[in-house]
């Protein structure tokens, strides 16, 4: 989010650093520079109650409640600024400016707000013992007002100032009241939840706290977790009130777990993009070519007739057809069960319908009722679709509306068969189980996707910090978080990130290791430092501290071993392969790796036995094949190299270093234009546009070619005549 009101932020650096009198300097100098921003009257009383403390001093008064006082002072002063800033974007930022617009234009009265809450509930109990004739008509009328002040609302919420204790109190008191409708608490933490992302404010983020710490309903409790981890963000400053606050929270070990899952499921979340390509590249073109239905000139879908010779010809292709769908469906569904966001593409264009350019929506949980819905509702009339959409569909709320408002247009243009299958709940993706879609874990995972959805394709989201941002998105690495018990899902989360690829998230979590004595620390600091830092050398110092500490613990070890290859120190890789070999005979794999650091030991003939040993057992195996080709070359056998060579280029997986050593197979045994071939190739699978990968690599291989006779002048001749083939 672009920052416009740079001297209020000096002024709360001010504030954060204890420095009262150049916070109120720099206020007053953004007052001057903004003198369409009212002065507010609790800065006259701060700068006088603090002039008068000064004085009090420079007299030689002692006071003991002197600090307190100015701390005091200081939490004076940080609301007084939040408020400047919040009538500042009001009337400056376009996300603020359009929340204003479309607010009640006055703040409402907490008395007012919980009366119009509950008289809602109690209009529509009265109106459930009218005739059916009679009710819908008021039923609407209802919705629709009540829709309208809902809107408004929650727009107030979001551009509203400090909360006082009370305001705390009252709204903690009414999101937990049975008297108002669940679905009206749920907006309500929403738009309490943006208030307080950009505009820090304790007293709601309490009130959040206490909501998820007492709620019944879980959509509630999850709803409020998710708003006071993302109100939380890297830039809040820990103070006492916050810290106690945190500690009440993470006291039974529950909120940790759950902050965790939340954690990797924000990563999921990021990924929407990527797995959008995937599923439309790998996908979408299987279903397409082999569905049966069309769409004419006019809109209308009509299905496509059987082809009839198609099913004499190739009386299998039905058959096929059909496998081929099934396939590709259920590598959708493994993806979503695995926790993708498989939707997020498909919806993301609909986000432009106007419904969408009212803010609250964005948030509000599905509800047949909303006044939006009433077209296709009326069209829809018998049918038992939007119970189908409410409690069986795989979607989250956004999409949802999303799909009901396309519907609205396109229920005309459907087959009449089409139109029944929309009573089919699996007709809308898979059926969510009642005891899934009821978890915990479920319901954060469809608001987390609402939320991603608003951060990424709201027209003003630029105005609000995001929690999907690269800053923000690894929250569990906030400091706030420290010593409260999430430490220990640490390693659970640094697995996760490191399978992922999210090396960005994993360094993040994996510093906060840096200087702590247990193994796990340990582990993923080293792991930290070999793979995102590239400091190999504190690497290996972290790993041999941890084995000095837990001798028997094999990962390590294997990360020593690899680590030592990576600084050339292949002695002492060889050392731990053979321990770890001896210690887990069943584990070729450190066979392998035993045998590659034994080749580039310069113990070729000891690394050739292991091999063929290996390839006996396992002649398939392609990662043996390259190993045993790469030592043949290192004894100066090229005839025997090159046809293992063959085999690993004749299987479908092959990698670009297969054809770079090849390629030195081919050059050792003196056949260059097969070498520049090979040389070529590997080139174009690493999609290069120049040879100087190929001469990075080749410097890297430096001693195993100078060592069988190449010099530095043809290494450089060998590149030339790669770049000129």
Known sequence: ??????????????????????????????????????????????????????????????????????????????????????????????????????????????????????????????????????????????HKRHSNTMSRLFNDLVTAPHWSENNRVFYEQLLLSPTIDMNDALTMVSAIMLSTMNFYDFQKICMLVHVYMKAEDERLRQRSLVGWVFTIHSSTVVDAKLDGLLREVFADGTTARELADM??????????????????????????????????????????????MEDILHPDAADKKMEEVEQSIQQMMNMQKAGADIYFGGFSQMKRLPFFYDLGNWFRPFSKN????????????????????????????????????????????????MREMLDDADSLGPVVPPEE?????????????????????????????????????????????????????????????????????????ASLYDGKDDPNSMLYSGIYLLEVKMDIESAIACFEKLLSIDPDNERAKSLLAR??????????????????????????????????????????????????????????????????????????????????????????????????????????????SKAVAFFASFLSEKHAESTSVLEEEMKNDHDFLTEHGLKDTDIQLMCDLVTLA
């Open 1 to 142: 989010m672009e920052q416009k009101d740079n001297m209020l932020i000096e002024a709360l650096r001010y504030v954060n650093d204890k420095q009262l009198l150049h916070a109120i300097d720099q206020v007053k100098h953004f007052l001057e520079d903004n003198p369409g921003v009212k002065f507010p009257e609790q800065l006259y009383r701060i700068e006088d109650d603090y002039r008068l403390m000064l004085n009090y001093m420079r007299d030689g008064f002692v006071d003991p409640q002197r600090e307190r006082v100015y701390n005091t002072l200081l939490e004076r002063m940080f609301k007084v600024i939040q408020d400047l800033r919040i009538e500042y974007h009001k009337k400056n930022v376009a996300f603020y400016v359009d929340a204003t617009r479309h607010s009640l234009g006055y703040e409402m009265s907490n008395d007012a707000v919980k009366n119009e809450l509950e008289s809602y509930v109690a209009d529509l109990a009265m109106l459930s013992l009218l005739p059916e004739d009679e009710r819908t008509g008021q039923e609407q009328d209802v």
């Open 263 to 308: 954690q990797k499921q924000v990563l999921f979340c990021m990924n929407a993009e990527n797995d959008t390509e995937t599923i439309q590249r790998e996908i979408i073109p299987t279903l397409m070519k082999n569905n049966n239905i069309s769409i004419n000139r006019q809109g209308i879908i009509i299905e496509k007739e059987d082809d009839t």
């Open 370 to 417: 909303h006044p939006s819905l009433g077209k296709v509702k009326q069209k829809l009339k018998g049918s038992v679709f939007f119970e189908n959409l409410l409690n069986s569909a795989p979607f989250c709320d956004s999409d949802k509306y999303s799909f009901a408002l396309v519907m609205e247009n396109l229920v005309d243009r459907l087959p009449e068969n």
């Open 437 to 509: 879609s009821s978890s915990g874990a479920f319901i954060r995972r469809m608001y987390l996707q609402d939320l991603y959805r608003f951060f990424r394709l709201h027209h003003n989201r630029v105005d609000v910090m995001s929690p999907f941002s690269k800053e923000e998105y690894v929250f569990v690495a906030n400091p706030s978080y420290l010593e409260l018990g999430l430490d220990n899902c640490f390693a659970d989360l640094c697995i996760f990130m490191r399978k992922h690829k999210n090396m960005e998230a994993f360094g993040r979590l």
């Open 563 to 672: 680590s030592y290859f990576e600084a050339c120190r292949y002695d002492l890789s060889c050392s731990c392969y053979e321990q770890l070999s001896q210690s887990h005979p069943d584990n070729k794999g450190y066979l392998i790796h035993l045998g590659i650091a034994l080749s580039y030991a310069g113990k070729c003939e000891e690394a050739v036995k292991l091999y063929y040993q290996l390839h006996y057992e396992q002649p398939e195996s392609k990662n043996i094949q390259r190993g045993l080709a790469w030592a043949l070359m290192g004894v100066g056998k090229f005839e025997q190299a090159e046809k293992m060579y063959d085999k690993v280029l004749d299987a479908e997986k092959k990698q670009p270093s297969d054809y770079l050593n090849a390629g030195y197979c081919q050059w050792l045994a003196g056949r260059l």
